[in-house]
Nanobody
Framework: QVQLVESGGGLVQPGGSLRLSCAASGMLFNFYDAGWYHQAPGKQRELIARISKLGITYHAEPIKGRFTISRDNAKNVVDLAMNSLKPEDTAVYYC?????????WGQGTQVTVSS
């Protein structure tokens, strides 16, 4: 059974940092591209960062220079280091793994940036 489990969300003040982690199981993780999406209330889910199975990264413009995606295929983990957080980063953050015609999602973790 394929599972993606996110962790690391929470409440943080503006300018603070969080590190999200997504643990994959039941799959050959190194064969999948991985990504982080966020979904703010009333908005569509959006891709914010992606890392290919070869380690090539993409970061969306609003988070470039503040967030960094990384993966450890030996541990079946993809992380998102988030720095200089802003109130507009408040959202549910979802992990995704995609390979061929297969796409898997985690259950999401809430990130709230507020003073």
């Amino acid at each position: 059974q394929v599972q993606l489990v996110e962790s690391g969300g929470g409440l943080v003040q503006p300018g603070g940092s969080l590190r999200l982690s997504c643990a994959a199981s039941g799959m050959l993780f190194n064969f999948y591209d991985a990504g982080w999406y966020h979904q703010a209330p009333g908005k569509q889910r959006e891709l914010i960062a992606r890392i290919s199975k070869l380690g090539i990264t993409y970061h969306a413009e609003p988070i470039k220079g503040r967030f960094t995606i990384s993966r450890d295929n030996a541990k079946n983990v993809v992380d998102l280091a988030m720095n200089s957080l802003k109130p507009e980063d408040t959202a549910v953050y979802y992990c995704n793994a995609q390979g061929g015609s297969f796409s898997y999602w985690g259950q999401g973790t809430q990130v709230t940036v507020s003073s």
